[in-house]
């Protein structure tokens, strides 16, 4: 093959390739959020990778290029048809097409990879896991209460310490209250709304000053992109930044000044009055502020939002004792009761929370959280006699016949390269029959886990091969006990 005929060995941007050990850590999370899930009473769902672009409705950032913010492709039947954007979706979808056989509520819990058509940065991927449980055909706070009990416990069950994490609410309505407050109102809410709900939830990431310009005329970023602004003037802007920084120092407090801002507002004070009702069923189930807490800036970017909003971020405790410091945001979710009237042209309520998986494993690598997780490779039967194959078939097989994972080195190369292969391939033992064993009817047994902790710790070259506990000789009848004993030990 000449080099003009040569693919280039490259990966689109924003998609990542994962190994045993990353797979494992996310299938662990996966496993254990989606237990908490059951535990509750949400049952497991299965949907397509594709979509009807229609269907996706309004996750299109542009219902006019169904290219933008998804991946879309025309079937041969001239139809758009999309990767999901999220996992909500085609729960909205699935609901509507299966309503009059469901049990109402209908309690769903699904995991999956979801695709974004958006810039990737650190964290930010084009292909990720979510982990979402979502309850369609609940109107009261009691649902988003709920909802936010359960992912608080299953961010605790994956193992995050005291005050690693923490989860905040809000209310869209709220936020129309405010709005209505410097004289929008109706189709300009509408109009207007999206632009300052995408403009605030920027806040942790563009600060104050960002999210000023974003409400105002527009904000050019570092790479000279132009984003315009909502257009509105310096005394709404203010209002609008007065809202945002409306948190106070616990939940009740928070919710006395969000009652101030809406005034009058019917849409606001109704906002209010749903997180005084999320506030007392968190209470009455010992979620405590340091656990969940109201911060208005918290609304979600996507347009189905109808009410109560939440987002949970990973935290580290300041080194100083002070506030903890957010490392960015893990899941989130909120109410979207007109989500599935799409489809059926009646509102059905619902609310949900989604686990970003891929963020939190990643999250969890960089932390050093992970090592709790563990993972092994197969034991390595070695060749180093290609006339015995056979032989070391048949042993490797005995393993598995046990449930233990276990393979025959296939390469070329001597007994040197093939103890550096299954150190690579994180092997626990390595299973060594030659000549002498052979005629004895015996293998050699080394433990590589405890072979590499005891070559640390002595010195003495002479005293290793004296001593060498990680290395031993058995009987072909008692080697399946004594790899097991190895990988229990």
Known sequence: ??????????????????????????????????????????????????????????????????????????????????LRYDLTAPLARFAA???????KPYRRWQTGPVWRNEKPGPGR??????????????AQAAGDAEIVAMAAEALTAIGLPDGGFGL???????????????????????????????AVDKLDRLGVDGVEQLLGKGRKDESGDFTPGAGLDTGAIAKIL????????????????????VGDSAEGRAGVEELSAIHDILSALGVG????????????GLEYYTGAVFEAELTLPAADGGAPVSLGSIGGGGRYDDLVARFTGERVPATGFSVGVS????????????????????????????????????????????GVAAE????????????????RRNAPVAVIIGEDERARGSVTLKDLKLGAKVAAEITDHEQWRKDNPAQFETGRGEMVEAVKKILTR
């Open 1 to 82: 093959m000449s080099s003009q005929d040569l693919v280039a060995a490259a990966k689109p941007r924003g998609i990542i390739d994962r190994r045993g050990e990353d797979v494992a850590l996310e299938e662990y999370v996966v496993s254990t959020v989606g237990a908490v899930y059951e535990r509750w009473g949400f049952e497991r769902l299965e949907t397509g990778a594709f979509e009807f672009s229609d269907a996706l409705g309004k996750h299109l950032p542009d219902q006019d290029r169904p290219n933008a913010g998804v991946f879309s492709l025309q079937d041969d039947d001239e139809r758009w048809l999309s």
């Open 97 to 103: 097409e299966n309503w009059t056989s469901l049990a």
């Open 125 to 138: 991927f084009r292909q990720f896991t979510q982990c979402d449980a979502d309850t369609v055909g609940v």
């Open 168 to 198: 905040r609410l809000s209310s869209r309505r709220i936020l129309n209250g405010v709005m209505e407050s410097i004289g929008l109102s109706g189709g300009d809410i509408d109009r207007a709304g999206m632009t300052v709900a995408r």
């Open 242 to 261: 007065e809202f945002v920084q409306a948190e106070r120092g616990g939940r009740e407090e928070t919710l006395a000044r969000l009652a101030e801002l």
């Open 289 to 300: 502020d340091d656990i969940a807490r109201f911060d208005p800036s918290i609304v979600r």
């Open 359 to 402: 963020r939190l494993t990643a999250a969890l690598r960089e932390l050093g959280r992970d090592s709790g997780i563990e993972t092994s490779g197969p034991v390595v039967v070695l060749a180093l006699d290609r006339d015995q194959m056979a032989d070391y078939f048949a042993v490797a097989q005995m393993l598995r016949a046990e």
């Open 408 to 423: 025959v080195y296939l390469g070329a190369s001597g007994m040197r390269a093939q103890m550096k292969y299954a150190d």
